[in-house]
């Protein structure tokens, strides 16, 4: 019995001295990224103007871990990034408001995204930027958006389903709907094989993304004329897929369109591989996969050649080019998918608080469509201490995004969306092809 | 070198944390007293609770939603279709050895989830079920008029006095009925289930009662997770659901059925109180290290305390 209880203290002495030590090697490669609360807080400047002075907290919904963790940390990043542009651009506007961000992990789960909501919430976050995954974003507009009145704008849930949501004005995202990018992809299907009187074997992971997209992509598909098999729905924690692969590539379809992320294409390739008639030079996919360069869990077999879409920015270039070097010089986590939209999501919650010249989360909610969307003088991050100034004045702005226009429609869609068409080349590296500009139908 | 290690104290003092942890904390509560009743009285190992949390919960959002019930009617006859599907899977199965139950039930619990991901005509498959709480918001906000002024911004108290009077109510039912002739045949089967047998009582039928009420326990807990999140997606009852709530089971301490309330407390806070702290760690660690935190607690708790807070020695040593 004593013996016991020492060797259970040695064992508690072990695991703490792990614990302790796990903490203190990451001290050292720290890049200074705050931690799960941290506030980073910003500074004022003088002389403004006396209904433009407040102190905002944004709060940033991330999944740090779960499915979705390798958007956590560029999503964070990004945000961090929006701020130190307002921070910058505050002190040149010559307004006298703070900002500070504090984030919170939604583990990639309904559940533990509403926990995270409303504890950003009660530490003052009066606008987030965040949920990421739809089913989050879902159950945060639920029971806490619409029910708290404070705005949520998720950089990335693209479900359709968000957009008919009875939400009174809280849900806001800077993704476009799949049944835009949807379209974007039958568009370029169409255009690059030549035509429509085609057969597409049509796959997907069984999720709120996968399903939702490849079943609209079926939809705008068939109006053009064309035929499909499938779809194929795959759940992601199988460990292999090999009869889902044969059911993929049977009866040799012209092409093929697979919407998946790359935790699970590794396996759902490596099996589509193996059926050895899969030809990735005739695969679609879209902004789930792609990369700037082919991962090494993925089979290089599985993806050199293939074309998709994603969201891009637009053609201007000088906008995302900034961007790319104001991301590329913090250092720290590589570019992410969404991370341009988490930026603009954040800067949105700023410049709506600024023009309701109020942190009040419906003053807020009650501000972006105004100021993302026409009528008003356009200007870009690059100018932010213009458009704060503009804003600071009254004046009407349309603020535009790394993203592309955003102009927020009354359910909180973008209405525009830059698509750009990528192709993986033979050495595994993304080439952007060409890009074009979606509108969501009337 | 020295880890900077705080946690802000501040949040954990905020009534809106309490509130948090209290809805969550009693929800599971429910959940695992079933599981108490089947593990901890009848000694049938139920992996599938999160499958009749799952039936419960869906019934109810469907009979709503897509059939136009009464959320005051759909209640009850959703928590008697998770009885239902209880009896069902435990007829065939409950005859097996405890072991291969287990694994029955678990499979159980993956096919409601996939029935829910793909049925999608009832279920809304991944895009999940919205508009079933309508009526529930109704009697919330009447529910806190009669709150002191004070407490009217705390638009959760409604849900956590709710739950935690169910918790009270189905904690003090269970205790009696423990103790009735019918709890006691329950432990016998326990601890030697051929005595039970040879004693004349109908081992199977009391099984079969014993996995009906842990089912309809799982559908009242999934009424509160539905009513939080105002929201039902297949995500919500991943088999990690039934684990969290075995590991509450054993910190609480098995054939205890107050252990599970205090178990569940203590799992939440350990879980939610973690998400403060604040490390000069990026955010993505930080995150990680959150459930290191956890597992380590819940190794600590185990090593020093194997029968649980509140449990037995007695109890959960069954053959020495």
């Known amino acids: 019995m004593y013996a016991g209880t020492r060797s259970r203290w040695l064992l508690a002495v072990g695991v703490s001295a792990v614990v302790l030590g796990v903490a203190g090697c990451g001290s050292d490669d720290d890049e200074g990224g705050g931690g799960g609360t941290a506030t980073t807080g910003t500074g004022a400047a003088a002389e403004a103007p006396a209904d433009t002075s407040f102190d905002q907290t944004i709060g940033v919904l991330l999944p740090l871990t779960g499915d979705l963790s390798p958007f956590g940390a560029p999503g964070r990043k990004a945000a961090d990034l929006a701020v130190a542009q307002v921070e910058q651009a505050t002190r040149a506007g010559g307004v006298e408001t703070t900002v500070s961000t504090t984030s919170a992990d939604t583990e990639s789960s309904p559940q533990a995204a509403v926990q995270a909501a409303r504890q950003l919430i009660s530490g003052g976050a009066t606008c987030l930027a965040g949920p990421w995954a739809s089913s989050e974003t879902l159950a945060v507009a639920e029971s806490v958006a619409s029910r708290q009145r404070t705005p949520i704008v998720s950089p990335s849930s693209t479900d359709a389903a968000i957009t008919d949501l009875d939400d009174d004005g809280f849900v806001w995202r800077t993704a476009p709907s799949d049944n835009l990018q949807s379209r974007a992809l039958a568009d370029t299907v169409e255009q690059e094989l030549g035509g429509t009187d085609f057969t597409i074997s049509l796959a997907a992971r069984n999720d709120a993304y996968g399903q939702g997209f490849i079943e609209k992509f079926r939809e705008a598909w068939e109006a053009k004329g064309g035929r499909t098999t499938g779809p194929v729905l795959y759940d992601p924690e199988q460990p292999n897929y090999n009869s889902e692969a044969a059911e993929i590539v049977q009866g040799r379809p012209d092409a093929y369109v697979i919407i998946d992320f790359f935790e699970t294409y590794g396996k759902m390739g490596a099996s589509l591989v193996r059926t050895g008639e899969f030809d990735a030079g005739r695969l679609f996919t879209a902004d789930g996969l792609a990369s700037d360069r082919i991962p090494d869990t993925i089979p290089a077999r599985a993806l050199i050649g293939a074309r998709g879409t994603r969201p891009g920015t637009p053609e201007s270039g000088a906008v995302v080019e900034e961007f790319a070097r104001i991301y590329r010089e913090a250092g720290g986590a590589p570019r992410q998918t969404f991370d341009a939209q988490n930026f603009d999501a954040t800067m949105l919650c700023y410049l709506a608080a600024l023009a309701a010249g109020s942190t009040d989360g419906t003053d807020i909610s009650e501000q972006l469509q105004a100021v993302s969307a026409p009528p008003g003088r356009k200007f870009t991050f690059m100018e932010l201490a213009d458009g704060i100034r503009m804003i600071a004045a009254g004046e009407e702005v349309d603020f535009d995004g790394v993203t592309g226009p955003i102009d927020f429609d009354a359910n909180g869609d973008p209405t525009a969306a830059t698509y750009e068409v990528y192709r993986y080349g033979p050495d595994g590296v993304l080439r952007v092809e060409r890009q074009f500009e979606a509108r969501a139908a009337e | ?215 309809a326990l799982g559908a009242i807990a999934g009424y509160f997770l539905a009513l939080n999140l105002s929201f039902l997606s297949p995500e919500s009852f991943e088999p990690q659901f039934t684990f969290i709530g075995f590991t509450i089971l054993i910190l609480g301490g098995l054939a205890n059925y107050v252990g599970v309330a205090l178990g569940s407390l203590i799992m939440w806070t350990l879980l939610e109180a973690t998400r403060f702290i604040d490390l000069p760690l990026a955010a993505e660690k930080v995150a990680a290290l959150r459930f290191v935190i956890v597992g380590v607690a819940l190794i600590l708790l185990v090593a020093f305390r194997p029968q649980g807070l509140l449990g037995k020695r007695q109890e959960m040593v069954l053959r020495d």
Not at chain 2, 10 to 29: C, M, N, Q
Not at chain 2, 87 to 92: A, C, H, N, R, T
Not at chain 2, 119 to 139: E, H, I, M, S
């Open chain 2, 1 to 215: 070198m020295t880890p900077v290690f705080a946690v802000s104290l501040d949040a954990l003092t905020s009534a809106d944390f309490w509130i948090g942890v209290g809805v969550l904390a009693g929800t599971y509560t429910i959940f695992t007293l079933g599981l108490q009743l089947n593990v901890g009285f009848t000694g049938i190992i139920n992996f599938g609770q999160a499958g009749f949390m799952a039936i419960g919960a869906y019934s109810m959002g469907i009979l709503v939603v897509r059939a136009g019930w009464s959320l005051w009617a759909a209640l009850p006859a959703a928590t008697a279709i998770a009885m239902a599907a209880g009896v069902l899977i435990g007829l065939p199965s409950l005859r097996l050895r405890a072991d291969y139950f287990a694994i029955v039930t678990i499979a159980f619990a993956e096919i409601v989830r996939y029935v829910a991901q793909n049925a999608r005509g009832l279920t809304g498959g991944n895009q999940g079920l919205l508009g079933f709480d309508d009526q529930w918001l109704d009697v919330s906000d009447t529910i806190l008029g009669w709150l002191p002024a004070s407490m009217q911004d705390q638009f959760l108290l409604p849900l956590l006095i709710v739950v935690w009077v169910t918790v009270a109510i189905l904690t003090g039912l269970l205790m009696l009925l423990q103790r009735s002739p019918w709890g006691r045949v329950l432990r016998a089967i326990r601890e030697d289930e051929d005595a039970a047998r040879a004693l004349g009582k109908n081992v199977l039928a009391y099984k079969l009662q014993s996995i009906a009420l842990a089912a």
